[in-house]
């Protein structure tokens, strides 16, 4: 079977869903012209995932993938949370926050929660026709739920490891994620960083040892990139950075300019952030305490401490604590609209 049928899509080209930057409307528009979109929702409250669904619902009866996180819970460490402030404590006092305050006290912004019972409930009454996840699966008894109502459920692979465990763990299709990708790395079986490759070399490793169908994302921007990852094999393409300047996301003017500017030409992989290794554009936090950090508290247990200092340098116009989330390959980054893009993209592929 075609990706495409898999999918109920007419292209081969999905839209990776990018929490902080997006919400329906970019899915909406990528899935207009026969491409998947996709809404992240592991930051979602449950009333917001539900107007979220019901949005789309009335809007279109194309499929969208619903992306969730699927991690263990980190216990909060109050020693290392400590630290970890004490390390904070210089741009706390440059900011006039007060470092000293208990991180339960500061405020804590959209969470980051695993797939649950009752996410599967509110999901069950709309029945999205493609679930995927990052960080591995769910339990199995809730992947079960997921795929008893007959939705098509992929997962994320950054190692050939990781992909062989999906495919032994019934998922219906995996994401390759090359070094080159932008935002959270999708790892869970190691977090040793040592072990990711780039796309086309973990599409390939991957494509020699499992069945499912393997969809190339990480690095791939334009319509070139496009044809070079099907012509490898791919059944498939998720792209993100590329949709960052699109008409249709929310990504912050500050973000934008970062995207926009030569900064956009050194990114890193980091766990500043959020405690989990992600891939953004350099600035000055990263340059000051190094992208990998041993001090920082376990996912997501970081952020809310660096958000603090987020919030107070974003409002003097500065993105100098902001997880400027990007990709190593930004040349197809436009301000058009994400039809248009797609459609870009899509250019000399074979429906």
């Given at each position: 079977m075609r990706i495409q049928e898999l999918l109920g899509v007419d292209l081969p080209i999905i839209q990776a869903p990018m929490a902080g930057v997006q919400n329906s409307k970019l899915a909406l528009a990528v899935s207009s012209v026969g491409a998947l979109g996709s809404i992240p929702c592991a930051m979602?409250?449950?009333?917001?995932?539900?107007?979220?669904?019901?949005?789309?619902?009335?809007?279109?009866?194309?499929?969208?993938?619903?992306?969730?996180?699927?991690?263990?819970?980190?216990?909060?460490?109050?020693?290392?949370?400590?630290?970890?402030?004490?390390?904070?404590?210089?741009?706390?006092?440059?900011?006039?926050i007060d470092s000293s305050i208990d991180s339960k006290a500061l405020p804590e912004g959209?969470?980051?929660?695993?797939?649950?019972?009752?996410v599967a409930d509110i999901l069950?009454?709309?029945?999205?026709?493609?679930?995927?996840?990052?960080?591995?699966?769910?339990?199995?008894?809730?992947?079960?739920?997921?795929?008893?109502?007959?939705?098509?459920?992929?997962?994320?692979?950054?190692?050939?490891?990781?992909?062989?465990?999906?495919?032994?763990?019934?998922?219906?299709g995996i994401i390759a994620q090359g070094?080159?990708?932008g935002g959270h790395r999708g790892m869970f079986l190691s977090q040793e960083l040592g072990l990711q490759v780039s796309t086309y070399s973990l599409l390939q490793q991957i494509l020699a040892r499992v069945s499912l169908p393997v969809i190339a994302t990480g690095g791939?921007?334009?319509?070139?990139?496009?044809?070079?990852?099907l012509s490898l094999g791919a059944a498939a393409v998720q792209v993100g950075t590329a949709y960052?300047?699109?008409?249709?996301?929310?990504?912050?003017?500050?973000?934008?300019?970062?995207?926009?500017?030569?900064?956009?030409?050194k990114t890193v992989i980091t766990n500043l952030f959020s405690g989990k290794p992600a891939r953004g554009?350099?600035?000055?936090?990263?340059?000051?305490?190094?992208?990998?950090?041993?001090?920082?508290?376990?996912?997501?247990?970081?952020?809310t401490a660096i958000t603090a200092i987020r919030q107070a340098a974003e409002a003097q116009g500065s993105s100098d604590f902001s997880p400027l989330w990007c990709g190593q390959n930004t040349i197809g980054c436009k301000e058009i609209s994400a039809a248009e893009l797609t459609l870009e993209l899509a250019r000399g592929v074979e429906v």
């Open positions: 979602l409250s449950h009333d917001a995932l539900r107007a979220e669904l019901s949005h789309i619902q009335s809007q279109t009866q194309a499929p969208i993938n619903v992306n969730f996180f699927s991690h263990q819970p980190a216990e909060f460490n109050v020693e290392r949370d400590a630290i970890w402030r004490k390390t904070l404590a210089p741009y706390f006092r440059e900011y006039s959209p969470s980051r929660q695993p797939f649950s019972d009752t069950e009454e709309f029945r999205p026709q493609v679930v995927s996840f990052h960080f591995g699966l769910p339990e199995k008894a809730l992947l079960a739920r997921v795929k008893a109502w007959g939705a098509t459920v992929l997962s994320t692979a950054t190692t050939l490891e990781e992909a062989l465990w999906l495919e032994a763990n019934g998922v219906d070094l080159e990708a791939i921007s334009d319509a070139k990139d496009v044809s070079a990852a960052l300047l699109c008409d249709e996301t929310n990504t912050s003017t500050l973000h934008r300019q970062a995207i926009k500017s030569n900064r956009s030409h554009i350099v600035n000055r936090v990263i340059q000051e305490l190094g992208p990998i950090s041993e001090l920082v508290p376990e996912f997501p247990h970081a952020a």
